[in-house]
């Protein structure tokens, strides 16, 4: 019987994670996910850069544009640091998700941000998560260095 208990509670939860959505909602400003992030004193992503030395993380209290959110479950953004240069933000323990219509928005993220390389598998894994087509994810070849973010909490301001 605890044998069958357990095959149920794990088959449940895989359904559960497969069907994941991203969840609803505007992104209005003042909404807020994960801890609650006071906007004030934020600084702009473009001073980031400057702040990272290697590998060692950096708190971040952040003020940027997101221009691109997974669209399978709201588990990861894409922030626009310059024209040329993005910043890649995953959430801290993926305690919280966000909803695709955050995309074009301005937030605050409160985190930890870090240079980091990221391999090529894991390029290609966000890019099929973003829904890129195959030639697309199969033309990522090399890792790519990447300024990430741990957003403990983010909230829209614009």
Excluded at 35 to 45: M, Q, R, S, T
Excluded at 60 to 77: T, Y
Aim: with cysteine; aromatic share 6%.
């Amino acid at each position: 019987m605890k044998k069958q208990f357990i095959l149920l509670a794990i088959v449940t939860l895989s359904a559960v994670f497969a069907n994941a959505q991203p969840p609803e909602g505007k992104a209005l400003p003042g909404d807020a996910y994960g801890a609650v992030v006071n906007a004030k004193g934020a600084d702009p992503i473009t001073t980031l850069p400057a702040k990272l030395d290697g590998d060692n993380p950096v708190a971040a209290k952040i003020k940027a544009k997101v221009l691109d959110v997974c669209p399978k479950k709201g588990c990861w953004l894409k922030l626009e640091i310059n024209d040329s240069t993005t910043a890649f933000v995953k959430m801290k323990d993926y305690a919280f998700f966000l909803p695709t219509a955050i995309k074009g928005k301005t937030i605050v993220l409160d985190g930890e941000a870090v240079l980091k390389t990221t391999s090529v598998e894991e390029l290609r894994h966000y890019a099929e998560d973003a829904k890129k087509s195959k030639e697309e994810i199969e033309a990522i070849t090399k890792p790519k260095e990447e300024i990430r973010l741990t957003a403990n909490g983010i909230v829209v301001v614009k």
